[in-house]
């Protein structure tokens, strides 16, 4: 091949464009979230209830009320959904403070 062949050959192969398509899929999965539920008992007082759901879950005076009178009413009420870790500290803190004031009270996490 001569000198313009050689050329012309460079010429072409620099003209053509190579695309690669590539398709990639990811999914995000969204954190499982978890429900704190209060369950009710015959010992716990509703004063103690409502003061451990503004204090621990930071719920305002009303809204605690409410809760505390579903928990009587329907057996339980959750009070919060959170992440994991969130969620167990809170149950934990609440239990604490239930079992520093000598009551019963049960606090359940689970998967919402």
């Given amino acids: 091949m001569n000198q313009e062949s050689n050329t012309h050959l460079n010429k072409i192969m620099t003209d053509i464009v190579i695309e690669k398509k590539s398709h990639t899929v990811s ?12 369950c009710n008992d015959d010992f716990t007082t509703v004063e103690f209830v409502v ?7 930071k ?3 009303e ?43 049960l606090i359940q996490v689970v998967p919402e």
């Fill in 27 to 38: 999914r995000v999965k969204e954190p499982t979230k978890f429900k704190v539920i209060v």
């Fill in 51 to 57: 003061a451990m759901l503004v204090q621990v879950f």
């Fill in 59 to 61: 719920h305002s005076a």
């Fill in 63 to 105: 809204a605690a009320v409410a809760l505390t009178l579903q928990i009587h009413n329907k057996g339980n009420a959750v009070v919060g959904v959170y992440s994991c870790e969130i969620a167990e500290q809170k149950a934990l803190d609440g239990t604490q403070m239930a079992r520093a004031h000598e009551f019963p009270l």
